[in-house]
């Protein structure tokens, strides 16, 4: 794989040498991912990264895979700089990976309050803490060449009407508490690049507050870096640019185009990180090293909440019947909603985990009892083949829609599941107006009535065996999908047999069929479907199980439909019946350990009855082997 290294630019010579045009062209993206480039000038573009986790690359629709470590919280449990300055050095590399120069990250928001839909984004409500963690992050990421960008600069502490909510606070509040985290990693880390939030703060946009970025940015702190926009977070252009709002971002512009800047902070962040040795193609690049270092985070992440009558650790060799009961022990519950979204080189859940560490001769039971989504689980290899038999779901491209006669397909893919968004796709025989037909093989392990839930930012419908399940086309209202611009997810059901075959079909539309905003450039759709499960039903199952088994255990929590960029919680409760799950448990097996996964805080109304609770957050790729290594004492929790 070829590695591209840049040479530098003299800034200033190559700043008089640009035409007006070429200059306008460096303040904002020029795309999605990336800023301008001049080749001409020997200017390269920069290509920024997802998310605060991971690296995507500039892939939303089928991208490659990738590593995700513990979320923000996951991390602040740790404690431990020395290993987040690993943690950022393994990100970078991942930047390598998928050829980007600057790693959106790491999220620097306090966390100020417990519904917060991007919380687990954070380290902690400790200013303090905060910042030191930041601060080793960044370190470690930009000792490669990689540029860390310090975000959301600043008070970005709540998703709900995140774009125009005004953030009151006194000037103390304002610089011991909130900023305190940036400034030290400003002070400590220099990160090469700080995204401005999409708020207000005192009654000015971040992205327009001379206050903010000129006075004590730039001023008191001496802060040398560029400042990008937080995605469509400028609200006009003289005031952002005054400001010192140093690139608009995604291109192209909105509100720069007849303006003109010198654009000295982007051509010395093209200089800053032309030694970042990236690929100029998108790869993996999974090993045994970063699974072993991913393993660590994830592990001294784990916090173990409550062991009242030592029961932990585990001897795997005690441990011949086994349950492992809940709607998140077969869940890989590895991250939040949002930026946050990677495709994986692997997963494991806390099932997975426990089983792979039990003996050969142990029986290991499992039970839902309760669903715990909000949004129906979407189907992947487990459950669903493409049209040749593989692992995977059929996605074909058209210009025109399913009632054209013998419409021909422009692209033909094939996604590992069935869900997609098409922020980064193109082809160059599509239309502005296209279509998407989406095909599976859906084979069920069980017998009964399931139930399938399409959402779609454009239209959608959804065939089972050609029969119309769900129509999300002739009425849709908005909700919290797909960054908050999506539909509602529509229902359907559908009764099937086990082992039998059914052709799954889903035929949509992009965005300007509906003439929507294009937040999402080509839109997106996600149909999720599992057996309709009666709670009365599964959580008697669930008891029945536990009786018998000496060793159970309940894995509840939350997930990436109820922790997300775009929306913010109603409550810290767990989703409905999971407590009454618990409890019932609980009161079978006394002895039933709890493990918990949230970024956020959960009620625990059944926490006096649990003897042994572990909490896990979202704790990446390692998620559920992670749980079990404290579990069988392989490692000390947190």
Known sequence: MHIQQR???????????LTLADKISLLSGSDFWHSAAIPSHGIAPIKCTDGPNGARGSRFFNPVPALCIPCGTGLGATRNPELLYAAGQLLSRECEAKGAHVWLGPTVNLVRGPLNGRRFESFSEDPHLSGVLATA??????????????????????????????????????????????????????PKVIMASYNKVNGAHVSESRKLL????????EYDGLVMSDWYGTYGCTDALNAGVDIEMPGSS???????????????????TAAARVL??????????????????????????????NFLPLQAQ?????????????????????????????TSSVFQG????LLSNATIHFEPGVFGHILLPYSTGDYVTDENGNTGVSVSFYNGPESVQNRKAFDRQSIPDTTYQLINYNHPDKNTTFYVSM???????????????????GISKTYIDDHLVIDNETVQSQAGMFFGHGSTEVRGTYKMETNKIYRLRVEAGSVHVKDQWRFIPGGACRLGGCLKLEPAKGIRNAVAVAKKCKHTFVVVGLNADLEKEGKDRESMNLPPYVDDLVSAVLEAQPNAIVVTQAGNPIEMPWRDQAKTIIHSWYDGNEAGNAVADVVFGKVNPS
Request: proline share 3%; glycine share 6%.
């Open 439 to 457: 095909r599976a093989n859906f084979q069920p392990d069980m017998e009964g009535l399931y139930e399938f839930g399409l959402a779609s930012y």
């Open 354 to 357: 426990i089983r792979d560490q």
């Open 7 to 17: 040479p530098t630019i003299d800034v200033e010579s190559t700043l008089a040498s």
């Open 254 to 272: 909105r509100h720069r185009a007849d303006k003109a800047l010198v654009a000295v902070k982007v051509l010395e962040l093209v200089n800053n």
């Open 137 to 190: 992050i960044v370190r470690g990421v930009q000792s490669r060449g990689t540029a860390a960008a310090l975000k959301h600069f600043v008070a970005n502490d709540q998703e709900t009407a995140k774009m125009s909510v005004d953030i009151c606070m006194s000037q103390r509040a304002l610089r011991e508490v909130y900023l305190k985290p940036f400034q030290m990693a400003v002070r400590d880390a220099k």
């Open 214 to 221: 000129r006075d004590i940015l730039r001023g008191e702190w």
């Open 318 to 346: 005690e441990c011949e019947d086994v349950a492992v009961i809940g709607p998140n022990a077969k869940l890989a519950a590895v991250y939040g909603g949002g930026s946050a979204n990677l495709r994986l080189y692997y």
């Open 280 to 309: 100029t193609k998108e790869t993996a690049r999974d090993s045994p090293d970063d699974r072993a270092l991913n393993g660590r985070l994830a592990t001294e992440s784990v916090v173990l909440l409550k062991n009242s009558s």
